[in-house]
Structure formats: C-alpha cells, structure tokens
C-alpha cells in the first residue's frame, strides 16, 4: 500500500533555505581551492614594452611536475601532485594536503616569441617570461627638422 503525504509548500522552501544557507557557509568557511582537490593556481600577468611575463602560485609542486605550452595566443600551464601512499599504521585527524592536476589556459594580451621564453621555478612561484615579437614591440620614430 502507498502512503500519501500531504504537500506543505513550506517545507520546500525551508529545504531551499537550508542548502542557500550551507552554500553560503561553505563559501565563507572553506577556500575555493581546498573543496574538491586542485583548482587553477593563482596568476598574474604583465608586460613591458619587451616581454610579456606570467607568475603562478603552485606551491608544492617540483619544476617537473609542470608542462607549459604556447600555441598561437592560448598560454597553457598544467601539473600533477601524485598521491603519497596511504599507510596503514596512521589514524588521520585532519587531512588537507592536495594532491592531483591542474590546467590553467591564458590567453595571452599580444604575440610572443614562443621559442625564446624563459621559465623559472622558485618558492611555489613559476616565472615565465616570454619576449614579445618584433613586429608588436613599440617603435621609435625620431623627427628631423627641416
């Protein structure tokens, strides 16, 4: 036999209230990239009148662990942390060490020499310092008096 349950419109509502309300605890109490593993590192970007220069924040990571690509205007950065080995002699407390890739995909403000950029890897900050090419470098134009 099926048993009927009367519809209270209230009872919905205090449902979408509820999860309102654990959306936005989450959001104050827990940092983005600590939810589900990695998220895109952090960046900033800038240039000079001769490069174009890019800084991520991948702390924890080996200079081997991340791949970098230009293709076209599209920077690419990616990475991996493997998992250490679970071991069966520990009783975890607390566990937020993160682990697992990422993919961060820039495009870039101008065309750059994709063959002559510099990466540098140091304190979780990755460098990458791309020259721009020379047809969007600024050109001095001198004027003569007649």
């Keep these: 036999m ?9 009872r919905e509502v205090m449902t979408l209230r509820e999860a309102m309300d654990h959306l936005f605890d989450d959001a104050v ?5 600590l939810r589900d593993g990695w998220s895109a590192p952090a960046v900033d970007m800038y240039q000079t009148d001769n490069e174009v220069v890019v800084k991520a924040s991948i702390p924890g990571f080996k200079a081997e662990d991340v ?3 230009v293709t076209g205007e599209i920077l690419t950065l990616r990475g ?3 998992h250490e080995e679970e071991k069966q002699d520990k009783a975890w407390h607390l566990r937020e060490q993160r682990w697992g890739s990422f993919e961060r995909a820039l495009a870039l403000p101008t065309d750059v020499v994709a063959d002559k950029a510099k990466a540098e890897f140091e304190n979780g ?12 470098k600024p050109k001095t134009i001198t004027v003569k008096a007649k």
Excluded: F, G
Excluded at 29 to 33: D, I, K, M, V
Excluded at 125 to 136: D, G, N, R
């Design 2 to 10: 099926t048993k009927l349950i009367r519809w209270e419109p209230a």
């Design 29 to 33: 109490t827990r940092p983005l990239s």
């Design 67 to 69: 791949q970098i690509n």
């Design 80 to 82: 991996e942390v493997k």
């Design 125 to 136: 900050i990755l460098t990458i310092t791309l020259p721009k090419a020379e047809e969007v």
